[in-house]
């Protein structure tokens, strides 16, 4: 089991920034490729950037972030961040941690509670 607690949302302004972090507990927090997703009001949750597992894992964006938004993680601390800069009204959201692997028995995928972002135009 896995469990991640989300921290840094808030309410804030068109173009202001933000840092999100994710703190894992209860396994090799390493070995998991780590997600950020949001649901926007009254659409389904979506990837918003993702990190591969190890300490030099690739990143990939959905192309609404790219530029504005970076995932980084430190497996010393067993977190993973998303910096947003240049926040848009459209990023508004409930942002949720991800962790998934893959094992002999089939996919483990664990799921934070969320953190609200509002920005404001």
């Known amino acids: 089991q896995v469990q991640l607690v989300e921290s840094g949302g808030g309410s804030v302004q068109f173009g202001e920034s933000l840092r999100l972090s994710c703190v894992a507990s209860?396994?090799?927090?390493?070995?998991?490729?780590m997600g950020w997703y949001r649901r926007a009001p009254g659409k389904q949750r979506e990837l918003v950037a993702r990190?591969?597992?190890?300490?030099?894992?690739?990143?990939n964006y959905a192309d609404s972030v790219k530029g504005r938004f970076t995932i980084s993680r430190d497996n010393a601390k067993n977190t993973v961040y998303l910096q947003m800069n240049s926040l848009k009204p459209e990023d508004t959201g409930v942002y949720y941690c991800?962790?998934?692997?893959?094992?002999?028995?089939?996919?483990?995928?664990?799921w934070g509670q969320g953190t609200q972002v509002i920005v404001s135009s």
């Open positions: 990190i591969l597992s190890g300490s030099g894992g690739g990143t």
């Open positions: 991800n962790a998934e692997r893959t094992t002999g028995w089939g996919p483990q995928v664990y």
């Open positions: 209860g396994s090799v927090f390493s070995i998991y490729t």
